[in-house]
């Protein structure tokens, strides 16, 4: 059975990597008394997967989760078991059965929408002539580990409500658009921000 879960993901536990994130939900799954698949050979490992890592610091209201076990459960109360199981900040919103023929997680998501909140003031005007300058530029070349790409491609849509923006960006395969980076192209600095993924995005065909 392949079972998805949606979660969030706030306070402290913002900061939790994706690995640890892993073994969080493993513990969970063991507490909750779900029968866990489990990968074969000398280290086995839980057959998890979440649809996007979350970058460090990031909050979500979104995060997706699919988990594959070795016989059918109910899924009733199992949204109530989880969270009784997990750590204050992370919170089952929803659980559903998966398609056990379709695509790894990972390769069904092609959007993430984001909301940044602003913790330093930015003269509206300014920021509204770079966010259009952006817009108009046929391409935006950044590097990121040493390789060069062009985010513009990868930059859905932006836009300002009071001190907050909100930004679409696209992810595909070898390249995903991180808000981080287009802060920078609108010369906002990381820190001085606080972003929560709000959306995550599946290509319908292959859900």
């Not at 590097?143 to 491609?153: A, F, I």
């Not at 992810?171 to 993924?197: H, M, N, S, Y």
Request: charged content about 30%; overall charge neutral; glycine content about 4%.
């Amino acid at each position: 059975m392949r079972i998805r879960i949606t979660f969030s993901k706030q306070g402290p536990l913002r900061y939790t990597g994706h690995l640890d994130l892993h073994k969080l939900w493993e513990r969970a799954a063991r507490r909750a008394e779900l029968p866990l698949a489990y990968s074969q050979g000398f280290h086995p490992q839980p057959k998890m997967s979440l649809a996007s890592a979350l970058p460090l610091g990031f909050s979500s209201t979104c995060e997706v989760l699919d988990m594959r076990l070795e016989r059918d459960v109910e899924l009733g109360d199992l949204r109530e078991r989880l969270n009784d199981t997990l750590p204050p900040g992370i919170r089952v919103t929803h659980v559903e059965q998966a398609d056990e023929r379709a695509p790894a997680l990972q390769t069904q998501v092609v959007e993430a929408e984001y909301q940044v909140e602003l913790r330093e003031p930015v003269d509206p005007s300014e920021l509204k002539r770079r966010i259009e300058s952006a817009l108009a530029s046929e391409s935006i070349l950044r590097e990121r580990r040493g390789k060069k790409y062009d985010l513009r491609p990868l930059i859905q849509s932006i836009e300002v409500l009071n001190d907050t923006i909100v930004m679409k960006l696209a992810a595909r395969e070898g390249a995903t658009g991180r808000p981080e980076e287009v802060l920078d192209v609108l010369g906002i600095a990381f820190e001085a921000t606080r972003i929560e993924r709000t959306r995550i995005i599946f290509n319908p065909a292959k859900v």
